[in-house]
C-alpha cells in the first residue's frame, strides 16, 4: 500500500525528502490500509515547533460512519525537535515549500515521505512534459 502524491512531483522540483510519522485516528488508519486517501494540494506548516500536514483528504472508512468528520483536517506529523527545526530553516531561508510525496506503510505503521521542493513555472512544467514524451517515443521504438 503506497498512496503518492504525483502532483507535487508535477508542480515541484524536489530537492530533499525525509520520513515522518502521523498522528491519526484508528478509523483513519484503516482508511489510509486500504488505500483511501488523497494528497494533492496538502502541504506542510510548520507552527511553532510542531509540523502540521494540511488538506490531506483522508476519507471516511466505510462501515463505521462517523458524524461530523472533517476529511481534510490538520493532522500533526510526529518528528524530532531538532528535524522540524533544520527543516524551518531550510524551507524559510530559501523560500522552499515542504510537500508531502506520500503515504505508506512500514513495520505496521503509516508514515508521510514529505519533500523540500521549489515550485516550477509554467514553462518548466511544460519541458518537463515534452522531454517525458521524448523519452516514451524512443522506448516505444526501441522496443518495436
Excluded at 89 to 114: D, H, M, N
Excluded at 127 to 144: T, V, Y
Amino acid at each position: 500500500m503506497k498512496i503518492t502524491n504525483r502532483r507535487a512531483f508535477y508542480d515541484y522540483e524536489i530537492q530533499d525528502r525525509f520520513e515522518a510519522g502521523i498522528n491519526l485516528y484508528g478509523y483513519e488508519v484503516k482508511a489510509v490500509k486500504t488505500g483511501h486517501a488523497d494528497l494533492s494540494g496538502s502541504f506542510v506548516r510548520i507552527m511553532g515547533s510542531e509540523a502540521y500536514i494540511v488538506n490531506a483528504k483522508i476519507f471516511p472508512y466505510q462501515p463505521g460512519q462517523i458524524e461530523g468528520y472533517d476529511e481534510r483536517r490538520t493532522r500533526k506529523l510526529l518528528l524530532h525537535k531538532k528535524e522540524i527545526i533544520s527543516l524551518k530553516s531550510k524551507a524559510e531561508g530559501a523560500g522552499l515549500t515542504l510537500v508531502p510525496l506520500s503515504f505508506y506503510l512500514k513495520r505496521g505503521l503509516i508514515k508521510v515521505e514529505v519533500g523540500i521542493g521549489k515550485g516550477k513555472k509554467q514553462y518548466d512544467k511544460k519541458e518537463a512534459k515534452k522531454r517525458a514524451d521524448l523519452k516514451r517515443d524512443i522506448e516505444q521504438e526501441l522496443e518495436a
